[in-house]
């Protein structure tokens, strides 16, 4: 799983230029207002392993959020023992396929040294999971012993989902878990397996890429983030990735988010990487004719 993905979507928990040539960047809150709406609603740019208290320094953040009328995030999360038994049930191996029938042995044996190593269990006790779903438990292991700090268990977005329903305004999702499963297991799965290798034969790169990805997410740099989906990689994020997991989800979210704030201002919490870029949410909103304004 590309570390990149991380900024993607919010069930890993377990990220250019705008229209009219002006950048979105330099924040993560952003107002948007105009187009017939009576009320302003705000979108805001999660990182989904972020500690909560960095909440602390995003400007306006929670008058943004008190004056909202509903949350909407990517997916609903108020059951996330139904959400785990429905990821796990879409992550299962084919029955007609194995490991060994992606992997040379060489390979199978690296992944199973190096899975072991990092999660205590190898290929005979996880190799009933689509590659993807190893690759994401592989990359959150190694996220957390990068950032010891991180607790799984805290997410900016379940935050804000708790916070709404404490204070009985609607929580509504842009997709399900069965949508987000389909961004994440595009691909052969031969191809994620490959996937998984060149992220396990690339620990540095894939350590250095996680700590980059945070010093441009704590620094509010969208375009900075953006940018790294089309550099030189070890372990590229395909085109066919990119666009599942990116444009096609954001062209989704662009065709509901008008009638839903039109309905009620609302506070619209999503993944960094959704915001930025000709294909983003903040781009597409002001194609439709909104004002996007960074909060600062």
Request: charged share 20%; aromatic share 10%; net charge negative.
């Amino acid at each position: 799983m590309n570390i990149r993905k991380l900024l993607f979507l919010p069930i890993l928990f377990i990220f250019v230029l705008a229209t009219a040539a002006q950048e979105k960047t330099g924040s993560l809150l952003w107002k948007i207002s105009g187009n017939g709406l009576e009320r302003p609603s705000y979108i805001l740019g999660t990182h989904h392993l972020f500690p909560t208290s960095f909440l602390d320094s995003i400007p306006g953040v929670f008058e943004a959020f008190a004056t909202s009328e509903q949350m909407v995030g990517e997916l609903i999360m108020n059951d996330m023992a139904a959400m785990a038994s429905e990821m796990q049930a879409a992550g299962m191996m084919p029955r007609d396929t194995t490991w060994q029938m992606l992997l040379s042995e060489e390979d199978y044996r690296f992944v199973d040294e190096k899975l072991t190593a990092f999660l205590g269990i190898g290929m005979q006790a996880i190799g009933m999971f689509k590659p993807t779903m190893v690759n994401m438990t592989f990359t959150l292991v190694f996220y957390q012993r990068t950032f010891p700090q991180t607790n799984p268990n805290e997410s900016m977005d379940l935050w804000f989902q708790q916070q709404a329903t404490s204070r009985n305004i609607p929580v509504l999702g842009l997709e399900d878990v069965q949508d987000q499963m389909a961004a994440i297991t595009v691909g052969s799965l031969k191809s994620q397996a490959a996937d998984l290798v060149c992220s396990l034969r690339n620990l540095d790169y894939l350590e250095a890429s996680i700590r980059r990805l945070n010093y441009m997410y704590r620094t509010a740099d969208l375009t900075g983030l953006f940018g790294m989906l089309s550099e030189a990689s070890p372990c590229p994020i395909s085109v066919e990735q990119e666009i599942v997991l990116n444009n096609t989800r954001n062209e989704r979210w662009l065709e509901k988010l008008p009638a839903i704030m039109a309905s009620k201002p609302s506070f619209i919490a999503v993944g960094a990487l959704h915001l930025p870029g000709e294909p983003g949410l903040l781009s597409g909103l002001a194609r439709a004719g909104y004002t996007v304004e960074p909060v600062k």
